[in-house]
């Protein structure tokens, strides 16, 4: 916690260029973004950029650690209020679409990590594998009360993990948005019992 006002002062200047960081990666993708891009977008020069930050690696890394600690909260909460596996589904995927919702730079933001030439990045990048980390251990508790199938529970995590992601984006591009408890029960069930319509066997025909 700063307590004098230079230290006040660096915090202060430290979440400014953070944000604008947050906020240009959103527009202009990851790979494209500069340090005079942000300079620019926090309204400073560009050298103070580097009084607090040793390079656009740095302040891209830390902008994106501190911005999934929020996140990371959420998804423990929302996997602590525990439940059978399709109600813990229910609860993380309601809770982050809708705060994707309420924090589209910060969605933006983990988008750019995941543009096409960047997946390999974000899957490397240790706030991702936090998320997946707690998604794993939802997935493992179901596990031992045989709630979902013998399958590899980092797997599991990370196509739920996609799945919300990609629903999240496409809700961000309608003009229209389903209901979010539409949308919610969508990923719910796609990732509890597939999409594939039951078999009917000849004899149920008959």
């Given at each position: 916690m700063a307590t004098?006002?230079?230290?006040?002062?660096?915090?202060?200047?430290?979440?400014?260029?953070?944000?604008a960081a947050m906020r240009v990666v959103s527009r202009k993708g990851y790979d494209h973004v500069t340090v005079q891009d942000i300079a620019d977008e926090?309204?400073?020069?560009?050298?103070?950029?580097?009084?607090?930050?040793?390079?656009?690696?740095?302040?891209?890394?830390?902008?994106?650690?501190?911005?999934?600690e929020e996140f990371h909260?959420?998804?423990?909460?929302?996997?602590?209020?525990?439940?059978?596996?399709?109600?813990?589904?229910?609860?993380?995927?309601?809770?982050?679409?809708?705060?994707?919702e309420q924090?589209?730079?910060?969605?933006?933001?983990?988008?750019?990590?995941?543009?096409?030439?960047?997946?390999?990045?974000?899957?490397?990048?240790?706030?991702?594998?936090?998320?997946i980390a707690q998604l794993?251990?939802?997935?493992?508790a179901a596990a031992e009360k045989?709630?979902?199938?013998?399958?590899?529970?980092?797997?599991i995590a990370i196509a739920l993990a996609s799945v919300i992601r990609d629903i999240g984006l496409q809700r961000m591009t309608e003009k229209n948005k389903r209901p979010l408890e539409a949308d919610v029960a969508f990923v719910r069930d796609f990732i509890c019992r597939g999409i594939a319509a039951p078999l009917v066997t000849p004899e149920e025909n008959v």
């Open positions: 004098t006002k230079g230290e006040i002062v660096e915090q202060f200047r430290c979440q400014a260029i953070r944000e926090a309204g400073i020069a560009k050298g103070t950029v580097y009084l607090y930050f040793r390079s656009r690696e740095d302040v891209l890394e830390k902008t994106m650690s501190i911005s999934f909260i959420l998804i423990r909460d929302a996997i602590g209020r525990g439940g059978t596996f399709r109600e813990c589904v229910e609860q993380v995927v309601k809770a982050q679409l809708h705060y994707f924090q589209q730079e910060f969605f933006r933001l983990y988008l750019a990590m995941a543009e096409p030439l960047g997946e390999r990045r974000l899957r490397k990048h240790a706030s991702y594998r936090t998320h794993v251990t939802m997935v493992e045989g709630e979902v199938r013998d399958a590899p529970a980092e797997r």
